[in-house]
Each structure stands twice: as structure tokens, then as C-alpha cells.
């Protein structure tokens, strides 16, 4: 099981907590739906300490939250720099989510090359009968710069590093954006984190023949919980405690997350 640290939990059986009351845990849209079942679990399991996990904010706006003290708890898909703990703001790895790419179905694509895909985003491929598709001009969907998905790609994906992503592309501003972005426009791609749940509304591209899930798929994104120790509450420590658990990690493994308790040292 992934630790605290020794002085991570000693803090948290240390702090007085505020007020009592539901702990909304505020931040980025990745693996939004295992969170939100992490919640129900949680809640259904302790009826007296309600969880609640809001739409996308974005990892800026839950870092923004938690270290302002209007939040106790936020859930972020970076890491979070030295400035921002030396502000009190503290975190520990929750899961990792693979790092997919997904089309509208009418795309008639299932599997690219790290190449192509590269070519598509930069608009050298502009019609999808050109990687073997349905003759249809491509639509990309890409998010914003700081969006730790695409920092992902950059770091990752071969080619990524330095890509123009093509002007002409749409922009969307959270994950739940994108995936809405690509169901409503036939031949549009898009990018993001990988849940069971999108495999349920879009089909999901092998990226050199490998699946998300498959061992050697090179992207993903780690999503954290974060608080600080003078506003957690009694609930978000007990939360922390649940994230951590066998119970919690068989909940993240069936929407198709990695625990971060199996992370071990690869874990920072």
C-alpha cells in the first residue's frame, strides 16, 4: 500500500479539522467518473461522512481552491510545484489513467501509428481515407496548453515534443468538453484520459497495434488528491485512509485506472 509518508501521516492524525460537514473534492475532469465511484463507495460506506466530487474546474482551479481554504480537498492531474507547497498545499498520488485518443465512429479508423496520429494533430493528414478511414475530413479536437493530458503527450507520445497542433482545430477547455466535442461531430478526434466509461461512448484507437490498457502503451496521466493540513476535515482524512485501501483499489482497477498503491516506487 502507497504511504503518506512519515510526516505526511502524522500530520493528518495530528490536525484539528474544521467545521464537519460534506467534503467536495474540486479539480481536474480526468478519471472524473472513478472518483465520483470512489465517493458513492465512500459515502455508502460511512453515511454520516458525505463526499461529493463536482464537475471539472481543472487541476489549476482545484489547487486554487485547496490553497485558499475555500475547499478542503481537490483532485489534481499534475504535479504540483515548489511554489505551491510552500504554500501548505500537500498531496499523494490517487491512480493513473492511460493517456487515449478516440474518434467518432463514423471515422471508420480503430488504429493508428504514433506517426499518423502525430500527422493528423499537425494537419499533414486532412481526410481520414488517408490512414484507411471513410472518406471524411478530419476534425481535430485538441485542449489547451497547460492541459496535463496533452503535457503528457508531449513528454511521451514520439513526435509530440515540439508539435503545432493544426489551427483549425477545436479547442476544448475540460475533458468532459472534448469527449462531447467528439460524439457531436462526425470525424472528430480528440484526446484524454482512458475509463471504461469512454470506452462505453466512443471507440478508442490502438496506438502502434497497443490499447490503452496494454503493457507498453507509452502515455498516461497521474491524478492526486490534495488538502492542507489547517482546513482537511475529519472526513477528508478519513477519505485520504479509503483512497489507500484494498477496497478503493478494486474500484479504480474495474473502471480501468492503476491504483497508485501499485505504483510502488514508480510512484514520486
Known sequence: ????????????????AVAAG?????????????????GEHFTRAHPD????????????????????????????????????????????????????????????VRNLTAGQVADIYEGKIQNWKDVGGSDQRIRVVRREEADSTLQVLR????????????????????????????????????????TLTLEEKLPIL??????PTDGGYPSAVTVSLIWKAETITAEGREFLR??????????IKVYGAIPATELRASVK
Not at 25 to 36: E, K, N
Open 155 to 194: 513528454a511521451s507520445m514520439p513526435g509530440w515534443d515540439k508539435l503545432a497542433i493544426i489551427e483549425r482545430s477545436m479547442t476544448a477547455t475540460s475533458t468532459q468538453d472534448a469527449i462531447h466535442a467528439v460524439e457531436e461531430n462526425p470525424g472528430a478526434i480528440g484526446f484524454g484520459p482512458y
Open 242 to 251: 479509503y483512497a489507500q485501501s484494498s477496497e478503493a483499489a478494486r474500484t
Open 1 to 16: 500500500m502507497l504511504r503518506l509518508g512519515t510526516a505526511a501521516g502524522a500530520l493528518l492524525l495530528s490536525i484539528t
Open 49 to 108: 461522512m458525505i463526499v461529493n466530487v463536482p464537475s471539472s474546474i481543472g487541476s489549476g482551479g482545484g489547487i486554487a481552491a485547496v490553497g485558499a481554504g475555500k475547499e478542503a480537498m481537490g483532485r489534481i492531474a499534475r504535479p504540483l510545484t515548489a511554489a505551491e507547497r510552500e504554500r501548505g498545499i500537500e498531496g499523494v498520488p490517487l491512480l493513473r489513467v492511460p493517456a487515449a485518443f478516440y474518434v467518432h465512429a463514423s471515422t471508420g
Open 206 to 211: 490502438r496506438i502502434n497495434g497497443l490499447y
Open 22 to 38: 460534506p467534503l467536495s473534492i474540486v479539480g481536474t475532469g480526468d478519471a472524473l467518473d472513478v472518483v465520483r465511484a470512489l
